[in-house]
């Protein structure tokens, strides 16, 4: 979905800094769980419980913590440009929303894995 909005708004499929990140990357385990597991990790299991706990609890509710939630880590990807940065806060809401809907952190940490996995594979075929 995410290359067919990219495709049809005529933006490049592959992002200046995803292209140097991954002409730069040893293609070893040490760079591999670096560079993609542990952002997957951190950011669907560590960062957003923090500050939605408390958004949760607070008058914004669950789906107001998920969206905020997608604002804050959209907004800490300065290494990419608005319309990435947009791509992000609406991943964000999606993986947000599975969260809420099946209740485990599983189904988003996998889904956020996989759209890695996509991302580094089209930037390795592509650039």
Sequence with gaps: ???????????????????????????????????????????????????AQGFAASFLGPIGAVAATSGLWAVLHTQYGLYDIAIIFCLGLLFGAARLVTGSLFVPLTLHAVTNLLATVEVALLR
Excluded at 33 to 41: D, I, K, M, Q, T
């Design 1 to 51: 979905m995410e290359e067919l909005l990219t495709i049809a708004f005529d933006r490049p499929l592959i992002s200046e800094f995803m292209s140097v990140e991954y002409a730069n990357r040893e293609p070893h385990l040490g760079a591999l769980a670096s560079g993609y597991f542990l952002p997957v990790l951190c950011s669907r299991s560590i960062f957003p419980r923090l500050p």
